[in-house]
């Protein structure tokens, strides 16, 4: 039966896995030493929330959300930076599961809003999204300063 939990510093070797294959997922080198002391660092600092979807012990995805806050709405708000599942396990249900968990988990913060960005091509995410009850927003331009 499928589990989803939030990760302490006791999940870091298994998640740093999934985050390593998150990241070449999207075009970076693999670099497992690296991943793990990010995943570590973010726990330990508590930067991030991190929920993980297990079934049997064996951990198939994560969700991971950073803290922010709206100023006009004077509330947290958390931004859904990362969202993976191991692909052997995809179409299974499992990013729907862990996109509700962080829903809830805003919820029960009482968070204003959960905001995430995703590919233009990654239709299949933003499908997932909008089933969710994502909405796209068309009130702001984002803008980036890469450094």
């Known amino acids: 039966m499928l589990q989803i939990i939030k990760c302490n510093a006791g999940h870091c070797n298994e998640l740093s896995i999934l985050f390593n294959n998150y990241r070449v997922f999207y075009g970076q080198n693999s670099d497992l030493?690296?991943?793990?002391?990010?995943?570590?660092e973010r726990l330990d600092k508590s930067d991030s929330v991190i929920f993980?979807?297990?079934?049997?012990n064996i951990m198939y995805g994560f969700v991971q959300l950073y803290p922010s806050f709206s100023s006009v709405a004077m509330k947290r708000t958390y931004y859904l930076n990362d969202l993976f599942v191991n692909v052997s396990f995809r179409r299974k249900g499992i990013a729907e599961a862990l996109i509700n968990k962080s829903i809830g988990f805003a919820k029960e913060n009482s968070a204003?809003?959960?905001t995430l960005c995703t590919q233009i091509e990654n239709?299949?995410?933003?499908?997932?999204?909008s089933k969710c009850?994502?909405?796209?927003?068309?009130?702001?331009?984002?803008?980036?300063?890469?450094?």
Not at 33 to 40: K, Y
Not at 52 to 56: D, L, P, V
Not at 133 to 147: E, Q, R
Request: without cysteine.
């Open 123 to 129: 239709n299949a995410a933003k499908n997932l999204y």
């Open 33 to 40: 030493d690296s991943a793990l002391r990010f995943i570590r």
């Open 133 to 147: 009850g994502f909405t796209k927003n068309t009130a702001y331009d984002y803008f980036n300063f890469t450094i």
């Open 52 to 56: 993980a979807a297990f079934e049997e």
């Open 112 to 114: 204003a809003r959960i």
